[in-house]
């Protein structure tokens, strides 16, 4: 009877496991700005790791305006409340669009690598563009720092959150900045083709 017991309570272990944390940490993007909440891209990615059954739930930290100065003064408070197994860190739009320093955005974002990879987490970075009217010596830097970050850091790194639709305003919000609810599958399978591997079987 015992060793029956030991069986199944070894057995029914991984089902009473709690879920690993996915924290995605970014800004209006990533919050579902101007949708309701179940139609932005974050809970689309819950609803696939469920469908794959994956055992992580999403905890989405991220908030409307945020910048890369913001988010480094939160990434601890962050970290300590949700515990994330993996953190994907995609802010730095806001950066570009107020015209903030790009050195200073680099060092922001190489913080929030180490605060995330010293806490246990695995990390991807995810890049954004800036429109070309930002000018093209200014536009190239910017693009630049996110793979210059993801390769100092080794971490792996999305180029561009809307790779693939950024010049089709059909699937822009009237602002012409968020995208809309039938963008947000096309956001997720940019973010999948870098977090998947980063998925373990629990």
Known sequence: MLVRWLIVLLLGAPS??????????????????????????????????????????IANASISG???????????????THQPSIVIIALGGNDGLRG?????????LEALVRASRKSGARVLLVGMHMPPNFGPAYTEKFQQTFRAVAAKERVPLVPFLLEGFAERQDLFQPDGIHPAAPAQALVLENVWKGLQPLLKNR
């Open 16 to 57: 009473l496991a709690a879920a690993a944390t996915i924290m995605v940490f970014g800004d209006s993007l990533s919050s579902a700005y101007g949708l309701q909440r179940d139609q932005g891209w974050t809970t689309l990615l819950q609803q696939r790791l469920t469908e794959k059954k994956l055992d992580y739930r």
């Open 66 to 80: 945020e910048t890369t100065f913001g988010g480094r003064n939160r990434i601890d408070a962050a970290l300590k």
């Open 100 to 108: 903030l320093g790009i050195d200073a955005m680099r060092a922001n």
